[in-house]
């Protein structure tokens, strides 16, 4: 039992307040009762039967079935005790033993509150055949089977009443589960598709300046030796792929965002040039403002391109990077020249998936073009302005 749970157990200043009133009521009854010529005893076994009815409530609160059988005993009790002709569901103290079935219907298996829904509706049975048989001559015999069918709707209805606040309750729980674990698989997500991001990107970066190194270098075993290096990378990437494979995204997940700057284009443009990579960089129009998915978004798409260009084409390979901007949209281009050859690599990797959900998610959309003469993957993200509305219809007004 947890903490809360325990708290939860003692009674709240609203419970003590509900059984004192109650047991005063009760109380008032047996006064009535013992003027009406009841015998001592009799109110004496009454008023204990009462006040087991109101301790089966607390323990119910920890110990479900054993106040519920501590409220049974107390309700057969005053069922088989003999009264001038009152039932015991005139008793106020009476009232805590729906309260039982209540609590009990909401903390066991639902097939378990059956079984006390099934004693509930036996003690019933029970208290009214005992109320016909000490029917007296001059009472129509119907009374007990119309007292007996209310109170039957009445636990029946505690019954399915808790057990419909349980199963909401249930709902709710299982809603918030799934939001925890959706929320737990977009953010391995987002981890996998950064770590492709960078570090695939890098280890590309390091296997295309290493076969450029081999290519230029005069001393064979050299170039043996970097070749060999390179290989390795490749592998590396590949297995790479395969651990990365371990935190695949939920369909339609939304990735994690990182805070990356345009202003980092230049510098990882030149970190992938080579003598047999020759990556260029160009931006045209003045730059405006985007939205943090829309900034990550483009320096993604610019990664991906780069890598996607120096992994699959055979050197030598010529990439174009170039960000065309307009107030309402920038356009970022990746373009390669298809270099001598296509390399064979293998299956294909999740990096352009995961680019055109972050341009999705950013409001823009992605485009792969290919051809004999290279490949182009263009991205059109929108800038702050192109979401203004008034901005917008400015523009389109503009000459």
């Given at each position: 039992?947890t903490a809360s749970q325990r708290r939860s157990a003692w009674p709240t200043p609203v419970a003590v307040t509900a059984h004192l009133v109650v047991a005063l009521l009760t109380v008032i009854i ?46 057969l009790v005053l069922v088989t005790m003999p009264q001038l002709g009152w039932s015991p569901s005139m008793l106020p103290s009476a009232v805590c033993f729906p309260l039982m079935l209540w609590r ?24 009214e055949l005992v109320a016909w048989a000490r029917l007296p001559p001059d009472t129509p015999g119907w009374t007990p089977l119309v007292e007996g069918g209310l109170l039957m709707l009445v636990v ?244």
């Amino acid at each position: 039992m947890t903490a809360s749970q325990r708290r939860s157990a003692w009674p709240t200043p609203v419970a003590v307040t509900a059984h004192l009133v109650v047991a005063l009521l009760t109380v008032i009854i047996l006064v009535g009762v013992r003027h009406l010529g009841a015998d001592l005893w009799q109110i004496f076994a009454s008023a204990g039967a009462a006040g087991l009815l109101h301790a089966g409530v607390v323990v119910a609160d920890r110990r479900p079935w054993a106040g519920y059988a501590i409220g049974a005993l107390a309700m057969l009790v005053l069922v088989t005790m003999p009264q001038l002709g009152w039932s015991p569901s005139m008793l106020p103290s009476a009232v805590c033993f729906p309260l039982m079935l209540w609590r009990l219907t909401g903390l066991v298996p639902v097939r378990s509150s059956v079984v006390a829904l099934a004693v509930a509706a036996l003690g019933i049975v029970l208290t009214e055949l005992v109320a016909w048989a000490r029917l007296p001559p001059d009472t129509p015999g119907w009374t007990p089977l119309v007292e007996g069918g209310l109170l039957m709707l009445v636990v029946g209805g505690v019954w399915l009443a808790a057990l419909l606040v349980r199963r909401r309750h249930e709902a709710r729980q299982r809603a918030e589960s799934e939001r925890l674990a959706a929320a737990v698989a977009d953010e391995r997500a987002g981890i996998r598709r950064d770590l492709h991001d960078v570090i695939a990107h890098t280890v590309t970066v390091m296997v295309a300046r290493i076969e450029a190194a081999a290519v230029t270098t005069a001393d064979p075993a050299t170039r043996h030796e970097l070749g060999d290096i390179a290989e390795a990378g490749r592998d590396a990437h590949q297995g790479l792929r395969a651990m990365l494979a371990t935190l695949a995204p939920r369909a339609g997940s939304r990735p994690g965002e990182v805070p990356i700057s345009l202003d980092a284009l230049p510098d990882l443009v030149a970190s992938a040039a080579s003598p047999l990579y020759a990556v260029t960089f160009a931006e045209v129009g003045e730059r405006r403002p985007l939205s943090l998915s829309a900034e990550v978004a483009a320096v993604r798409t610019v990664q991906e391109g780069i890598t996607n260009a120096l992994r699959h084409l055979e050197p030598p390979v010529e990439v174009t990077v170039r960000l065309r901007w307009t107030p309402a949209e920038v356009m970022v281009e990746v373009r390669d020249d298809g270099g001598k050859a296509l390399r064979d690599i293998g299956g294909q990797g999740t990096g352009l998936i995961g680019i055109e959900e972050r341009v999705r998610t950013a409001g823009g959309t992605l485009s792969v073009d290919g051809g004999d003469d290279g490949w182009v993957l263009r991205a059109r993200l929108p800038t702050k302005e192109g979401h203004d509305p008034a901005a917008t219809e400015s523009l389109h007004r503009a000459p």
